[in-house]
Every structure is written in structure tokens, then in C-alpha cells.
Nanobody, 117 residues
């Protein structure tokens, strides 16, 4: 019964900031990576940012320089600091955890981020 819970979403104006959090609980094995994905209505779910247990990060080009992903391995938590938000960032943001052995993904229920002009 692995559970991932996202929080921190909301409604903000363009240029403002939000910080998303994801807490994982349950019988999770060794974690290889954590990440954030987003999905706008009628769109596919796209990668936003990932971070490995070793701290290596990867970002979508659209958020580089604006978003920062960080994690706390001991607490099984991952964060996404979102600055200079744009209307185009509006989406449901999902947390994902990748288990190492066997490799499998766990997803949260999502949190809505809405950016107004």
C-alpha cells in the first residue's frame, strides 16, 4: 500500500512562486529516483524534473532556470520550487517515485497548479 501525496498547489498570478511537496509512505523498497510530471487538459503527461538518490537532476527545457527540484532521501520526500510561474505552467502536477529493484513507478494523485495572467 504505497502512497504518494502531493501538496502545495494553488492559484497564483504569473510571476509568482509555489513550492510543491511530495511525501511517500508504505512498503517502498530502495528508491532510485523521484520526479515531477505535469499534465494539462487534453495534453500528454510530460516530465518536469527528476532527481536521483545521488542528487543528479534533470529538467525540461521549459522550466530550466525557473524550477528547482530537491529531495530528502531519509524522509522519502521530494520538492519542487517553482519561480517566475507562467500561464503555460498551468497543469496537474504529479509526483513519481522510481523503485530500484525491481524497477517500477509509483504515482501520486496530483495537485492542481493554476497560473493566471
Amino acid at each position: 500500500q504505497v502512497q504518494l501525496v502531493e501538496s502545495g498547489g494553488g492559484l497564483v498570478q504569473a510571476g509568482e512562486s509555489l513550492r510543491l511537496s511530495c511525501a511517500a509512505s508504505g512498503s517502498i523498497g530502495i528508491i532510485a529516483a523521484m520526479g515531477w510530471y505535469r499534465q494539462a487538459p487534453g495534453k500528454q503527461r510530460d516530465l518536469v524534473a527528476t532527481i536521483t538518490t545521488g542528487g543528479r537532476t534533470n529538467y525540461a527545457d521549459s522550466v530550466k532556470g525557473r524550477f528547482t527540484i530537491s529531495g530528502d532521501n531519509a524522509k522519502n520526500m521530494v520538492y519542487l520550487q517553482m519561480n517566475s510561474l507562467k500561464v503555460e505552467d498551468t497543469a496537474v502536477y504529479y509526483c513519481k517515485i522510481t523503485e530500484l529493484i525491481p524497477t517500477r513507478d509509483y504515482w501520486g494523485q496530483g495537485t492542481q497548479v493554476t497560473v493566471s495572467s
